[in-house]
């Protein structure tokens, strides 16, 4: 098998400098069927879950306690979601991930359409902000698994 290179941008409006995945002779690393390198993954939800507490930590000192709870939202599910794929990669099911964001989306759905029904509009922002991150999650999961 010969040595592949690929570069992908995480293109995210709310992480100033962009997270870039290298995957370089991915024979060596943890890898599913399609050369997908889940460690590098899981380091790039992780380090958008920093960016984000980070960026958090900023609007906070700046007084924007709103928009820094948005995102903390955003980076605790890039942390969910790095930690529920660690664990499927310890189950060897990596799969099972995608069946996990299904989960996610039904469960964060149905607590959207309740605060809509309650007319909560803080807790309306709130989920429609995580399905947002969790919906950005799954594109990339899918791009880099060629799905």
Not at 48 to 63: I, S
């Amino acid at each position: 098998m010969k040595n592949v290179s690929i570069y992908v941008k995480i293109n995210l409006d709310t992480l100033r400098n962009g997270c870039y995945i290298c995957f370089d002779d991915y024979q060596n690393k943890l890898e599913n069927e399609r050369g997908f390198n889940v460690e590098e993954f899981i380091k790039a939800l992780r380090d958008q879950h920093a960016a984000l507490n980070q960026q958090a930590a900023e609007l906070r000192a700046l007084d924007k306690g709103d928009e820094a709870v948005f995102s903390t939202v955003r980076a605790n599910v890039y942390d969910i979601c790095a930690t529920v794929l660690g664990v499927q990669v310890k189950k060897g099911d990596i799969p099972g991930f995608s069946r996990m964001l299904d989960r996610f989306q039904n469960e964060w759905g149905a607590a959207l359409e309740a605060a809509k029904r309650q007319d909560n509009a803080k807790k309306i922002c709130v989920e429609e902000t995580k399905l947002e991150a969790l919906a950005d999650v799954r594109a990339h999961f899918a791009e880099l698994r060629c799905e």
